[in-house]
């Protein structure tokens, strides 16, 4: 397994990693995670996550009947309504979990035979990460278009009866799409640092972009960072 640190080189400003076939039994599970760590092959660096999910291809649907069992144990049925009462199944939509800290992909093996992971690769430097923070928060509710990834969380939490047009303001789904894709899958370049020194960065990044994203004319409400507290407990 080919070291990631070794096929991107150094990085200055933050950017999303996509890594095929992640080797499990050598990337840490210490969060925030260390680039020395990851193991696997380098597939693309992007800006956004949507542009990092547009490297990870749509996996095949498995044809032998016990992947189908599994497959469906964790996917589940589309049932579907017939014009005669009855009931259709059919697959539902289903792709590659992509997520750091879940579990699921062992279950991408053996479903698809291949696993994608993407992680938000970083500077250990708490105020490039809370700058570029600010900067993409802002990108979300002044884009015309809605971001196919936040529009999957909004449809996940119900919230789209007051999204039929873009976000005016970084409210709590905002905040919470930054800590699900953002924090969550930090992975930071700096292997010389103890574990303790990365959450030192983490909680400092942290804090500074909610402290700097609260000034902010559009920025969140303490309503909002309520809604984001009852959204993380869920």
Known sequence: ????????????RPHFCVIRNLDQSVSGVDFPFDVSDLRGEFVGLTCTFDQARQLVP?????EDAVRQDHFHKRFGWNQVAMSDGSMLKQVPSFGFDDDP???RRQSDTELFGETYTIYWLSPADPGIIASTLIDHAGQLVASDSRSFAL???LEEHHALGPYSRPCETIDGYVLLYVWQKYFDRMCL??????????A????????GF???????PHGPSAADWNRLDELLLK
Not at 58 to 62: K, L, R
Not at 189 to 198: K, L, M, P, T
Not at 200 to 207: H, I, K, Q
């Open 58 to 62: 749509q996996p095949e649907y498995p």
């Open 151 to 153: 529009q999957s969380l």
């Open 210 to 216: 909610a402290d700097q994203v609260s000034r902010l």
């Open 101 to 103: 800290i879940s579990d």
């Open 189 to 198: 370049w700096d292997g010389n640092a103890s574990d303790r020194a990365h």
């Open 200 to 207: 030192d960065v983490l909680e400092t990044a942290r804090n």
């Open 1 to 12: 397994m080919t070291k990631i640190q070794n096929s991107i080189g150094q990085i200055l």
